[in-house]
């Protein structure tokens, strides 16, 4: 990409550009846009300040070195968040994000779907800069691919998140930071989606009865990876998509919410190899002190850094000894799963037993280490594999309280920012999930 567009440079400076303009893109001036000549309307953009500049932060970016558009190339359910033409395909078609009861099947289904002929591309500029190459002006920067409220797909569409400072520009970021929902299984259940609510309000009903095991009236069987997904950032940020336990911390936001957008601190003029379009925030203290925010906050300051931060870590690291409790009990075993090798756990470091939301359970290819039998093999296991979960001791029962306290565990964890987002609502979930874990006897 970076070659083509020196290639461009090069066009535009040795003044072929307009024999090379008549292809597809078309002879702007010519074309309905009188006084536009194309060939200056081109150095706008394709100069070393505007484009160069971006791209080259774009590099740093894990929108540009993942592998996720790669991995979920071809999936109509991942690309939405994943890849370039899906996420453009939903924004145009604002496709829903609800779900829908199929009256045969008796089965439900997420709407928020691309369709089979949009599921590939990388995320680059023209994911989220909508209107680039329509007008060939600078202005076609502008328009941002969303900015509209998101209407949340863990909840069905029953609530949405609209961020509204710099016109919007975080629900372009929320539409694909936002947790997936947590579906009840297909053949035990309806597929719907796990009801929050009734997690929060009866807290000693049985949710996985260990007796039973995979079969009904279970509707979600615990696995490995029974989790609300890795982009719960702009969900934490705006206040909602936690199991709201009843507890002495109410739910409220920090005032980053209202007033600031995830451009203010994920694009704020680069430090190091932070900052701009690298979009991480990661060392970079410029969009907390810019004018009418902070001021003198770095990495070393206790108010705005390290308090807040070591108090949600001894929150999540009290949180996780509630929930480990539960196969302490069961089988002197942890459930939550460990890894420390932050090449392989993106949340290493941020509690102390280093956790990565996922359940300790059994899977011969995705966690060969599980020390949990899985309540349900694939009829594809080996026969070593099924033999050896057999050995594993029975993942324990888990009452509602336990599951909404896994589920407040991954998201604030998942979160990264150890409250920096959104402070009060983290507190407030890790809090009262505690409390709860403490009533129900963990
Ligand atoms: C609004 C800014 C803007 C204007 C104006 C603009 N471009 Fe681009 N162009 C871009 C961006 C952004 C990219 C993608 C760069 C990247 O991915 O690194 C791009 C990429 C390209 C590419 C590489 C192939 C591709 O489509 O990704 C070509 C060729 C190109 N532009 C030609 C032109 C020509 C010719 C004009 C003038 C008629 C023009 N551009 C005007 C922003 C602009
Ligand atoms: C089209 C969906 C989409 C949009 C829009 C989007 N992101 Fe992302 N973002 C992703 C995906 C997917 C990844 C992970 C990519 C991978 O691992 O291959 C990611 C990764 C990131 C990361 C790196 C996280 C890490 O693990 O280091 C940051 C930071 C980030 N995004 C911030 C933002 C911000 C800020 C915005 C808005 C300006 C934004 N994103 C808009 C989908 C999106
Ligand atoms: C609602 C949006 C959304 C959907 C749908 C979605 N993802 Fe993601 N996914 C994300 C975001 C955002 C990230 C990056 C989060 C971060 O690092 O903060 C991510 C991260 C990932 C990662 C981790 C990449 C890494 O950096 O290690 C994998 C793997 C992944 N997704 C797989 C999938 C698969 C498979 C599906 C479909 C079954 C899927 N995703 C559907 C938003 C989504
Ligand atoms: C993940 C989404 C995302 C991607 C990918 C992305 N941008 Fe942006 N870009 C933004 C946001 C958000 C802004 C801030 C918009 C604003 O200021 O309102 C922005 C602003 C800009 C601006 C300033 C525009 C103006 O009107 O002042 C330029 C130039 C730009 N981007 C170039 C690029 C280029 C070049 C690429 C590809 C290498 C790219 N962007 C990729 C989200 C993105
Ligand atoms: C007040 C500043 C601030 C705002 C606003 C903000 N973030 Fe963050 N974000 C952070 C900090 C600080 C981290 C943790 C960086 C670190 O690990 O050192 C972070 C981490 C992240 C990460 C993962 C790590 C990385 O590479 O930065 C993602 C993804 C992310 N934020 C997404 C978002 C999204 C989406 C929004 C808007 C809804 C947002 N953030 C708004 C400060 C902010």
Request: aromatic share 10%; proline share 5%; hydrophobic share 35%.
């Amino acid at each position: 990409m970076k070659n083509q567009i020196k290639f461009i440079s090069f066009v535009v400076a040795g003044g072929f550009f307009l024999a090379s303009c008549e292809g597809p893109m078309g002879p702007a001036g010519q074309d309905g846009l009188p006084g536009v000549d194309a060939n200056e309307t081109c150095k706008e953009c394709h100069n070393p300040t505007v484009v160069e500049v971006a791209a080259t932060q774009f590099e740093l970016s894990k929108h540009h070195y993942g592998e996720a558009a790669f991995e979920e190339a071809g999936n109509t359910t991942c690309t939405p968040c994943h890849t370039s033409d899906a996420f453009r395909y939903v924004s145009k078609n604002n496709t829903p994000a609800t779900f829908t009861l199929n009256a045969t099947t008796g089965k439900y289904a997420n709407d928020y779907v691309t369709n089979a002929a949009n599921t590939i591309g990388d995320i680059s500029c023209f994911t989220c800069h909508s209107s680039l190459h329509t007008t060939y002006e600078g202005s076609d920067f502008g328009p941002l691919t969303w900015n509209k409220a998101v209407s949340m797909t863990m909840w069905k569409g029953t609530k949405s998140i609209d961020v509204t400072p710099d016109g919007g520009s975080s629900n372009l970021c929320i539409k694909c930071h936002q947790p997936r929902p947590l579906t009840t299984s297909s053949t035990l259940s309806n597929g719907d989606v796990v009801d929050y609510n009734s997690l929060a309000t009866s807290p000693n009903t049985v949710f996985y009865d260990a007796a039973v095991g995979n079969a009904a009236p279970n509707k979600v069987i615990p696995s490995y990876r029974t989790h609300v997904h890795y982009g719960t950032a702009g969900a934490v940020y705006a206040g909602k998509g936690g199991v709201e336990f009843t507890g002495s911390q109410t739910y409220t936001n920090t005032a980053h919410t209202a007033g600031a957008s995830c451009q203010d601190c994920h694009m704020a003029p680069v430090t190091g190899r932070a900052g701009g379009h690298t979009f991480t925030a990661k060392g970079n203290f410029n969009g907390c002190n810019a004018t009418g925010c902070h001021s003198g906050v770095s990495a070393t300051s206790s108010t705005f850094w390290v308090n807040p931060r070591n108090e949600i870590k001894t929150l999540l690291n009290n949180l996780a000894t509630k929930i480990n409790k539960v196969g302490q009990d069961a089988a002197a075993k942890d459930i939550l799963h460990s890894d420390s090798n932050a090449e392989t756990n993106l949340w290493a470091g941020l509690t102390t037993g280093n956790f990565d939301g996922y359940l300790n359970i059994y899977d011969p290819s995705t966690n060969p280490g599980g020390v949990w039998r899985n309540p349900a093999p694939a009829g594809s296991w080996s026969a070593d594999a099924k033999a050896l979960n057999l050995t594993l001791p029975v993942f324990p029962t888990l009452k509602n309280v336990v599951m909404g306290s896994m589920i407040n565990f991954q998201f604030c964890l998942r979160d990264y920012s150890l409250g920096i987002h959104n402070f009060k609502y983290t507190k407030a979930l890790l809090t009262n999930s505690i409390e709860a874990m403490t009533t129900a006897g963990y």
